[in-house]
């Protein structure tokens, strides 16, 4: 559970969802990353630690740059515990619905019967 936790924290600031957004498209280095954002590049480099620690990027050497790469497991991870309470709410979202049709054709059935 402390994957999760450490992803969805990661993923609670906007610079930094802002940022994943980016190293989906391709890798880039801190350089590039700070170009889109009013902010300096150690300011970026803090959010980039943040998301290194949650496991969400990592970074790999290629000649003298050092490009942030995009990491999918954790968010694989978050998706499926999302799923898994996505699931079990809609099924009671259904039970619900079923329970107030019922409620709806005895509601019916009575002003029927008031009638006569």
Do not use: C
Request: hydrophobic residues 40%; without cysteine; proline residues 4%.
């Amino acid at each position: 559970m402390q994957t999760l936790d450490s992803t969805f924290s990661a993923l609670a600031d906007p610079t930094r969802r802002a940022i994943l957004m980016l190293l989906a498209k391709k890798d880039l280095t801190v350089m590039e990353l700070a170009k889109p954002f009013n902010m300096s590049q150690p300011a970026i480099s803090k959010h980039l630690k943040v998301l290194e620690q949650a496991g969400l990027v990592s970074t790999t050497i290629r000649a003298q740059e050092r490009p942030r790469r995009l990491e999918t497991a954790p968010l694989k991870t978050a998706i499926d515990w999302i799923e898994t309470y996505r699931q079990i709410w809609e099924k009671r979202y259904l039970a619900l619905d079923g329970l107030l049709e019922e409620l709806q054709t005895m509601q019916t059935k009575g002003k029927g019967k008031r009638k006569k």
